[in-house]
């Protein structure tokens, strides 16, 4: 152990993860604490890292209220309305009242935005998202990050949270080892701001084997900004509502801008607009919501998924008529150049212009996230003036753990944020930060070097028990006694595909198969204490799946606790197929006993603060 050097480091504001949320914390903490110090800590490089690292060509959050284009109130019905009415109101709409600033700043930064020539204003490509050419996105953002904080920490990855040792329930810092030199990092911060994104690769991706990269979400998001709250115990909300996305084969190119700005439509093997063949039967499972506009995403892949069980499939993009017009060609190429390169190379290898032939769909493989269309995190206070008492406990964005904040992916109940809406919540649970430690909340934090240590043992025990074990290996990676990253990572994929409503189901699931699909996760959970590692690389793949396997627990456990299909097209409950707004219009929390590990979960009302507001005013 003594050749894991350890590093103290005392700060204020500790954020962990350095994509949008997190950088909108760091240049945010700077304008309140002035004084304070600031410390950001990344897992890869701050100027190309988390899920916009290759660009954007949209941002898809702008309500455009100096025109007058939207309201955040229309964004909050918009999201209801996407999410089956799920979602935390107060937390939607203290976004969207805040994110055009944002997007001002973006634009003063020079993130080049596309402006429509008749108007002056932003190119609009549908109703919230506006165009960018937004290949640098990220490295603008790293460097009002990097301006902003004392420093900032690349290639650590943070494995564990502090906690206070005098105070119950108050959080007193992180620690975590660098990737490159093998040190041990210790953060004793006033206040943590986890901002390290969303959980891919926890079911079964499309994609195995050399291609086991190539999901829609970025591969590296490994659900640490799920797993360290709920280690420590933090509440948890919503963490059933995972995503799947409808998106260009293989590539998983966006198709957002197809729709919206060149006008395609997608259409069945035969040609036929397969969506409307399943009104009916969509109609029987969720009654008057598939009659909502727009059609709530989950619906539409309800109708691509049933579709491709019948027999309908390949589903198609037609782009053949939309490519014909030299300009709408050049803006379908184009998107893809600004952050999915790999979907043109991809039809490239398989021969297809889209010009003259139509591409196919597919639906993914499911993800777990705060931040894009679905509402799995943390249950986070909200704004005073806006929550009531259910969701209020004293500063915005923060846990269940006092001094313990959110933003982006991390907080769950609201969707719809994406780059400049999580950008924004960075800047929320910054400011509330700093308020909570000039409040003196943070006085007196004590952590102990016994709590630091502890730690540093079990970070590094992969890398001992790879040590001994190596020599049992009995042929190439098998050993009796240790199991390897990669081993427990299929093993993890397969127990959540299969049990837990993956592809290999059909998003299918049920009482029963959650059931041993927990029992499954028990023993991988035992096994991973015996995970290996053989290098530094090895030991940020062996914590990548601790926190994974962690996060599916929670998803596991929410997904048996909620007995309704809410979402069809994201997963189904085949013992529970009705969507059930008599018993399940309502929230669920999780909390997970750090000591015995185990889940006990609850239902906590829906409020739909919007029109309550408006039905307030009118009488
Ligand atoms: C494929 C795809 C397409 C998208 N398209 C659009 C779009 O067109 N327009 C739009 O506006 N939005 C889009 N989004 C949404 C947007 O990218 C996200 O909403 C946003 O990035 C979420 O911000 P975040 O900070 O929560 O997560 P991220 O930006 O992913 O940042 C998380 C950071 O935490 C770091 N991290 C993770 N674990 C640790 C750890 N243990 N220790 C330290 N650091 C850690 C990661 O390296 C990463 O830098 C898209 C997202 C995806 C995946």
Not at 163 to 172: A, L, P, Q, S
Not at 349 to 370: A, F, R
Not at 493 to 508: F, K, L, P
Request: charge should be negative; include cysteine.
């Amino acid at each position: 152990m003594a050749k894991h050097k350890t590093h103290y480091e005392d700060c204020d504001v500790l954020v962990v993860g350095g994509g949008m949320a997190g950088t909108g914390a760091t240049f945010e903490a700077r304008h309140w604490g002035r004084d304070m110090k600031i410390i950001c800590v990344e897992k890869a490089n701050i100027d190309r890292s988390g899920a916009v690292a290759q660009g954007l060509y949209a941002i898809n959050c702008y309500m455009g209220m100096q025109w007058g284009e939207n309201q955040p109130e229309d964004h909050v019905r918009y999201a209801r309305n996407d999410l089956m009415g799920m979602v935390r109101e107060d937390l939607g709409y203290d976004m969207a009242r805040h994110v055009d600033s944002t997007v001002h700043m973006f634009d003063e930064w020079g993130l080049p935005m596309m402006k429509n020539e008749k108007t002056g204003r932003y190119l609009r490509e549908g109703k919230w998202q506006i165009m960018i050419h937004g290949e640098s996105y990220k490295p603008i953002v790293a460097e009002a990050a990097k301006k902003s904080a004392d420093k900032i920490y690349n290639r650590i990855m943070i494995t564990h949270l502090l906690m206070d040792e005098d105070k119950k329930n108050r959080v007193g810092g992180a620690v975590g080892f660098n990737m490159r030199t093998g040190d041990f990092h210790v953060f004793r911060s006033k206040t943590v701001i986890v901002a390290a994104g969303g959980a891919s690769h926890i079911f079964k991706p499309r994609a195995v084997g050399e291609g086991m990269g190539r999901t829609w979400y970025a591969p590296w998001s490994n659900g640490s900004a799920y797993a360290l709250p709920i280690a420590v115990g933090a509440k948890m909300t919503q963490m059933e509502n995972r995503i799947v996305l409808c998106r260009f084969k293989d590539g998983y190119g966006p198709v957002g801008a197809y729709f919206l700005h060149l006008k395609t439509y997608t259409q069945n093997a035969n040609g036929e607009n397969y969506e409307k063949k399943w009104y009916d039967q969509t109609k029987e499972l969720v009654g008057e919501y598939i009659d909502h506009h727009p059609t709530p995403t989950c619906l539409r892949n309800h109708a691509f998924i049933q579709e491709t069980i019948a027999g309908g499939g390949p589903i198609h993009m037609v782009t053949t008529e939309a490519f014909q017009d030299p300009h709408l060609e050049t803006v379908g190429w184009e998107n893809f150049l600004g952050m999915t390169v790999g979907q043109a190379v991809v039809w490239a290898s398989q021969n297809i212009d889209p010009k003259y032939t139509n591409p196919e769909l597919t639906t993914s493989e499911p993800y777990v996230m705060g931040s894009h269309a679905t509402c799995s995190g943390a249950w986070v206070s909200g704004p005073e003036d806006l929550s009531p008492p259910e969701y209020f406990w004293g500063y915005n964005r923060m846990l269940t753990i006092d001094g313990l904040f959110g933003a982006g992916d991390t907080v769950g109940g609201s969707a719809h944020k994406f780059s400049s809406g999580s950008f924004t919540e960075g800047r929320l649970a910054a400011k509330a930060a700093v308020k909570y430690i000039n409040d003196k909340k943070a006085d007196g934090i004590k952590v102990t070097d016994k709590q630091c240590e502890d730690f540093k043992t079990a970070i590094f025990k992969p890398l001992e028990t790879y040590q001994v074990a190596q020599n049992e290996i009995t042929g190439g990676t098998v050993s009796p006694s240790y199991i390897s990253p990669i081993q427990g990572l299929q093993r993890l994929q397969r127990i959540m595909d299969e049990y837990v409503g993956g592809i290999a189901t059909n998003y299918m699931t049920n009482g029963n198969m959650l059931k041993r699909g927990l029992e499954l996760l028990t023993w991988l959970e035992e096994d991973l204490e015996k995970v290996g590692a053989e290098d530094l690389h090895q030991l940020m793949r062996a914590w990548e799946l601790k926190h994974r396997a962690l996060t599916s627990q929670c998803v596991t456990e929410h997904t048996m606790f909620r007995e309704e299909t809410r979402w069809p097209g994201y997963y189904y409950r085949g013992d529970h197929m009705k969507l059930d707004d008599d018993n399940w219009h309502c929230l669920t929390v999780s909390r997970r006993d750090p000591k015995t590990g185990k889940f006990t979960l609850e239902k906590v009302p829906v409020y739909h603060i919007v029109d309550e507001n408006e039905k307030k005013k009118a009488s």
